[in-house]
């Protein structure tokens, strides 16, 4: 069982930055594959970055490449996404996810278990 709160969220310029945060907690986090999502008014839920359990590994979504990164810190049981020169269009809310099985790719929504309940990212012109 991993339970996520996300943190960090907010309203921000374009060409700005933000860091978000993803506290973790349970004994299978340090385990698990951990992604971000993000899902904007009226769109579906979409992939923006994934990392594997020790951070070696990283994946990201062609229209963040450059701008934004995901790290961890396994000590701290904790995610991050560095977001710098935001644009209007990564305006949405951004979830955290834990995946608890290999199964699938890690881009697909549906192979993660566990998601935290998001945080607003607002980008303004």
């Known amino acids: 069982q991993v339970q996520l709160v996300e943190s960090g969220g907010g309203l921000v310029q374009a060409g700005g930055s933000l860091r978000l945060s993803c506290a973790a907690s349970?004994?299978?986090?340090?385990?698990?594959?951990m992604g971000w999502f993000r899902q904007a008014p009226g769109k579906e839920r979409e992939f923006v970055a994934a990392?594997?359990?020790?951070?070696?590994?990283?994946d990201y979504t062609d229209s963040v490449k450059g701008r934004f990164t995901i790290s961890r810190d396994n000590a701290k049981n904790s995610v991050f996404l560095q977001m710098n020169s935001l644009k209007p269009e990564d305006t949405a809310v951004y979830y955290c996810?834990?995946?608890?099985?290999?199964?699938?790719?890690?881009?697909?929504?549906?192979?993660?278990?566990?998601w935290g309940q998001g945080t607003q990212v607002t980008v303004s012109l």
């Open positions: 349970g004994r299978t986090f340090r385990s698990a594959t």
């Open positions: 990392i594997n359990w020790n951070g070696g590994t990283t």
């Open positions: 996810a834990a995946r608890s099985t290999a199964a699938g790719t890690w881009r697909a929504a549906g192979s993660y278990t566990y």
